[in-house]
């Protein structure tokens, strides 16, 4: 298996690289906000507990996530690898990762962080609010509690996987496509090396 993780603030473009990535190289997408939304959509009891959380900008308890990302695992069990977005998102989230991959004997090959300066962000978020649907990024201070959040609780993320010396930073500015020839780049020498 092969499997990355596409790490980055909210509005970096992790959704948007994420579906260009996933097509490239065959990967299933597991994007734990995506999961989270169908969860509200449905009206599940997981879904009504996590909204409550959403909405304030705050994390959904790591617990919740972990249990929904190994029923993800299970249900994709052929899968040739998986690029995980917005996962983790905390230091017990990727230590249950490596677990959980660790038990399916593989692991992570790369964390790709996608780098933009948080003036930008802050103009991209409020944008995508105007036609997402997205009631967390119409409200400027719940944009400005999920970077409150990232600093404090998804920066040590990038520590525990500089440690493993996994962690590649990328510019997540200029175009689309610029971005995603840089993390093809990055992609392709990883795979070329194992
Ligand atoms: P963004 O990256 O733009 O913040 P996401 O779709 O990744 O958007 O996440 C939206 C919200 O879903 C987060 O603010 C958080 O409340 C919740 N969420 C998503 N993924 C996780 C996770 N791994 N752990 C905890 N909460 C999460």
Redesign the pocket.
């Known amino acids: 298996m092969f499997n990355l993780i596409l790490f980055g603030p909210?509005?970096s473009g992790?959704g948007t690289q994420s579906d260009k990535l996933v097509e490239k190289y065959g990967l299933k997408h597991l994007?734990?906000?995506?999961l989270?939304r169908q969860e509200i959509a449905d009206k599940t009891p997981l879904g009504i507990e996590a909204k409550s959380?959403?909405d304030k900008?705050?994390?959904?308890p790591d617990e919740v996530?972990i249990g929904m990302v190994d029923s993800y695992f299970d249900q994709h069990k052929g899968a040739k690898g998986f690029l995980f977005d917005?996962?983790?998102?905390?230091v017990a989230?990727a230590v249950a990762l490596d677990k959980l991959l660790d038990l399916k004997n593989t692991s992570i090959a790369s964390v790709l962080a996608l780098e933009v300066s948080e003036e930008e962000l802050v103009k991209r978020l409020l944008n995508r609010g105007k036609t997402s649907g997205r009631s967390?990024d119409t409200n400027e201070e719940v944009i400005r509690k999920?970077f409150a959040v990232y600093i404090n609780e998804t920066t040590p993320v990038a520590e525990h996987y500089k440690k493993a010396k996994k962690f590649i930073a990328i510019k997540g500015e200029g175009s689309v496509n610029e971005i995603f020839s840089a993390l093809c780049k990055s992609i392709d020498k990883k795979m070329d090396r194992d």
């Open positions: 909210p509005g992790k994007s734990t906000g995506n989270l959380f959403m900008g705050q994390l959904v996530v917005g996962f983790p998102r905390t989230q967390d999920r």
